[in-house]
Each structure stands twice: as structure tokens, then as C-alpha cells.
């Protein structure tokens, strides 16, 4: 039974900060490539950023390159995102993936509101 829950997310003005976390069970974290991706109101889902499984590559989205972070920690089967400068059209659902043995699987989702 696969689980990804992810926390952190809220309203913060714009120009704030928040870090998002993913816990992960039901996988072998360790060999499990994560990400994040968002979804904004009419709009399809977007990669954000993934993480290796080792964690010693990682991929971006052109609009969130320097600004955002992922990160994890295959101790704690767990993997972040960090956003500073966030801006009104970072406002959206995010999720966690994981990919899995050929497979994607997903969180629930988590909102995250910037406000002008």
C-alpha cells in the first residue's frame, strides 16, 4: 500500500517562504526517483522539480530555477521543497510523486496560496 502525504503547504504573502514535505511508505524510498508537481486552478499539472534516488541530481522547471529547492532524506523516507520568493502564480495544489518500478504514484495534495 503506497503513501505519499505531504505537508507544509498555506497562504504566505508574496515574497515569503514555505517548505513543503512529502513522507513516503509502501516503496523502497531508496530506490524511488520523487518530485513535486502543481496544478493551478484551469490549468493541466506541472513538473516542479524531481530528485534523483540517490539525490545527487535534480531537475527544474524554467520558473522556479532559483528560487525553489528539493531535497531528500532517504533515512527518513522523506522529500522537501523549498520555495523562497514566492510569487501569486506559484498559487496551486502541489504533489508529491514518486516513480516507482516503472510506476508514478501521488499524494493527495497540498494548497499553497500566495497572496499579491
Known amino acids: 500500500q503506497v503513501a505519499l502525504v505531504e505537508s507544509g503547504g498555506g497562504l504566505v504573502q508574496a515574497g515569503g517562504s514555505l517548505r513543503l514535505s512529502c513522507a513516503a511508505s509502501?516503496?523502497?524510498?531508496?530506490?524511488?526517483?520523487m518530485g513535486w508537481y502543481r496544478q493551478a486552478p484551469g490549468k493541466q499539472r506541472e513538473l516542479v522539480a524531481t530528485?534523483?534516488?540517490?539525490?545527487?541530481?535534480?531537475n527544474y522547471a524554467d520558473s522556479v530555477k532559483g528560487r525553489f529547492t528539493i531535497s531528500r532524506d532517504n533515512a527518513k523516507n522523506t522529500v522537501q521543497l523549498q520555495m523562497n520568493s514566492l510569487k501569486p502564480e506559484d498559487t496551486g495544489v502541489y504533489y508529491c510523486?514518486?516513480?516507482?518500478?516503472?510506476?508514478?504514484?501521488w499524494g493527495q495534495g497540498t494548497q499553497v496560496t500566495v497572496s499579491s
Open positions: 510523486n514518486a516513480f516507482y518500478i516503472s510506476r508514478d504514484y
Open positions: 509502501g516503496i523502497i524510498f531508496q530506490i524511488a526517483r
Open positions: 530528485i534523483t534516488s540517490n539525490g545527487r541530481s535534480t
